[in-house]
Nanobody
Framework: QVQLVESGGGLVQAGGSLRLSCAASGGRFSNYAMGWFRQAPGKEREFVSA????????LYADSVKGRFTISRDNTKNTAYLQMNSLKPEDTAVYYCAARTYGTAWSLTRGNEYNYWGQGTQVTVSS
């Protein structure tokens, strides 16, 4: 059993920054690929970013490249999403996810992940 708990969401003005955290418990975190997804009102869930077990391989959606940075600290069992230059279009519930088995080849797809956090709200005002 793995639990994922997100924190760090909130209300910010356009152009501001937030750092989201995802704390994992119940397994060997260093073996997990981690991802961030988001879902805006009336929209489908979309991929934001992903990071491999070592932290050496990262992926970003085109909409956030150059603004968001994913990272992980395997000594703290925590993944992070640093969000800079936030836009109103970034407003969504943000979810972290973990793949705890094998090797994932398509980390932009939600069905590659077998554990999900509860989500944290990010609201960006103009």
């Amino acid at each position: 059993q793995v639990q994922l708990v997100e924190s760090g969401g909130g209300l910010v003005q356009a152009g501001g920054s937030l750092r989201l955290s995802c704390a994992a418990s119940g397994g060997r975190f260093s073996n997990y690929a981690m991802g961030w997804f988001r879902q805006a009102p009336g929209k489908e869930r979309e991929f934001v970013s992903a990071i491999g077990r070592s932290g050496g391989s990262t992926l970003y959606a085109d909409s956030v490249k150059g603004r968001f940075t994913i990272s992980r600290d395997n000594t703290k069992n925590t993944a992070y999403l640093q969000m800079n230059s936030l836009k109103p279009e970034d407003t969504a519930v943000y979810y972290c996810a973990a793949r705890t088995y094998g090797t994932a080849w398509s980390l932009t797809r939600g069905n590659e992940y077998n554990y999900w956090g509860q989500g944290t709200q990010v609201t960006v005002s103009s």
